[in-house]
């Protein structure tokens, strides 16, 4: 790099990664707002807030939202942590490489990594005992050489095949470093977090929520962010009674309700169970199969490994084709039919309108029964404020015991994004002073300090300005912070004890005592 490039490059300016974000006042007011709510509302239903680590083991999300999904496979930002982390990734390109690439360039990668591995042998970070394995694997690699030294030798493809199976079995499992993923949802967590709590224990249903960014490598559009905001409730244990489905749903639409949020639409379906979902997919598959040929690329990759997910699509080629597709309503087993009917009754009930929309599969494998989205106004193609449902199997998928879950999240993003859109305001005028004092001369200042500690003690907002500045310009700067009022302090008002307050608005000014002040203000709010 020349001298100009490096001196360039040392001036460049930061910018915020792709996909994420900085909040700013007056929003952050409204992001506050909506949080404070979310407390609130969540409280009354009996729901205590859980704090979650932003990063966990990439198996836990890997293991609950399913190795097919988008999620895991494509978005999960995943790194290695701990002593050991180069020889892991080096175990992980061989991996990845292993089906696909040259006999020779898996041989060289096996060539570094054994070389890492020697190197943490010798700084002790492997035990003693791995010095067996590392003769092992040069004998593996003496076997490469020879391979290569025979390479004039005609077809040496099965004793190739033979090493590359020797090699695989050394780096098939990450074994040395943690494998870790920035947490792209929240469930998974808060259901490992049940078993290692051991909150079985406790008075069940468990009423979980957590309020927090999730990272996900998606492409950025408005409403999608690869730093994004959920605002995640769980319920785990007792029992599937379809009242605690619509309670949760309730719960979501009276928070909904209560920012005012507009255009508000909840969407429901059952996707079955482990005893008729299967059934159902295979009828799919094979209903699929038979119009693959008008399917686009996704759709036909995915009659293979996720069919449901076919539901999904937005291609409009391929709506009217979905349209005549089996329905899942039609085929979920007697007790889903009967859960999902009385799920619908208790929504009644509770005065929650909803739509049927039988397509509506969820993009995580870990659902079954009672899955929901919310959309809402201003959202353009992102419109899904929320997305839920119930998840039966998962805790002990995860290693616990028998457990019922349900729960949702909400893309906090999009809830802002859809207030604001609609003309909620950010509070703009909530973050300016209420108050801006205006002081001169030395003991002057003294009683501003003192001024300014009394009336934020009282709870207003003041601002107090660092140095001294003649009043005609401290009033202008008043004016430009959108402060109401000016509290005027030169050696008048300190020797008389009779303080002005000045009203920016109309120039109106009042003497006033100093212990009159507090009543006075609270008095004009
Ligand atoms: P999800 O549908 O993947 O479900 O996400 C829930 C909500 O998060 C979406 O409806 C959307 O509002 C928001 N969201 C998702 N991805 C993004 C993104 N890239 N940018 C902005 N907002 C986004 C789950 O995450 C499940 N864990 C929900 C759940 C909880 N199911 C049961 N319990």
């Not at 005609?154 to 090493?163: H, Y």
């Not at 319920?235 to 949020?261: H, K, N, Q, S, W």
């Not at 349900?406 to 994004?417: K, Q, T, V, Y």
């Amino acid at each position: 790099m020349s001298e100009g490039a490096a001196k360039k490059e040392e001036r460049r300016k930061f910018q915020a990664i792709k996909g994420t974000r900085d909040l700013l006042p007056p929003e952050t007011a409204l992001w506050n707002r909506v949080e404070q709510t979310a407390h609130e509302v969540f409280a009354t239903f009996g729901f205590g807030e859980i704090r979650l680590p932003i990063f966990e083991q990439t198996e836990l999300f890997a293991r609950s939202i399913g190795l097919e999904t988008d999620v895991v496979s494509k978005e999960m930002y995943t790194f290695t942590d701990g002593p050991l982390k180069r020889l892991e990734d080096i175990a992980g390109y061989i991996r990845s490489m292993v089906e696909y690439q040259s006999f020779l360039f898996v041989a060289q990668l096996f060539d570094f990594y054994v070389r890492e591995f020697e190197l943490g042998v010798s700084r002790g970070d492997l035990p003693e005992e791995h010095r067996s394995t590392l003769l092992e694997m040069h004998n593996i690699l003496e076997a490469v050489q020879n391979l290569d030294a025979r390479r004039h030798e005609g077809d040496l493809s099965t004793e190739k095949e033979r090493v590359l199976g020797r090699i695989k079995l050394y780096v098939s499992v990450p074994r040395f470093a943690d494998v870790l993923a920035l947490r792209p949802e929240a469930t998974a967590s808060v259901c490992r977090a049940y078993i290692e709590h051991g909150m079985q224990q406790l008075p069940q249903p468990v009423k979980l929520y957590c309020i927090g960014p999730m990272f996900r490598r998606e492409r950025p559009q408005k409403g999608r962010y690869r730093q994004f905001y959920q605002i995640d409730a769980e319920v785990l244990g007792g029992t599937d009674a379809p009242a605690i489905d619509a309670e949760v749903i309730e719960m979501v639409m009276t928070f909904f309700d209560r920012l005012g949020l507009e255009g508000v639409q909840l969407h429901i379906n059952s996707i079955g169970d482990r005893n008729c979902r299967p059934k159902y997919v295979e009828l799919l598959r094979a209903e699929l199969s038979k119009v693959k040929d008008k399917l686009g690329a996704d759709s036909q990759r995915r009659i293979e490994t996720n069919p449901l997910r076919v539901l999904d699509s937005k291609v409009k080629e391929e709506q009217s084709i979905i349209e005549k597709l089996p329905r899942i309503g039609d085929h979920l087993c007697q007790d889903c039919a009967t859960h999902y009917a009385a799920v619908k009754h208790e929504l009644g009930l509770r005065g929650v309108k909803y739509q049927e929309n039988w397509r509506l599969v969820r993009g995580l494998d870990y659902y079954s029964r009672t899955t929901f989205e919310i959309t809402a106004k201003g959202l353009g193609s992102q419109n899904a404020v929320c997305g839920g449902g119930r998840y039966d199997g998962l805790v002990e998928l995860l290693g616990g015991p028998p457990t019922k879950g349900i729960g949702f999240a909400i893309g906090e993003d999009r809830l802002i994004l859809s207030l604001l859109e609609t003309g909620h305001s950010p509070l703009a005028t909530c973050h300016s002073p209420l108050l801006y004092i205006a002081w001169m001369g030395e003991k002057a200042y003294a009683t501003a300090i003192r001024a300014a500690k009394n009336l934020r003690n009282a709870g207003f907002r003041v601002e107090l300005p660092p140095v001294e500045q003649k009043f005609s310009k401290a009033l202008g700067q008043a004016d430009k912070l959108g402060a109401r009022f000016a509290l005027i302090l030169g050696d008048n008002e300190v020797s008389s004890g009779q303080w002005t307050l000045k009203t920016l608005a109309d120039g109106k000014q009042e003497k006033l005592r100093e212990s009159d002040l507090v009543e006075h203000l609270k008095k004009q709010l």
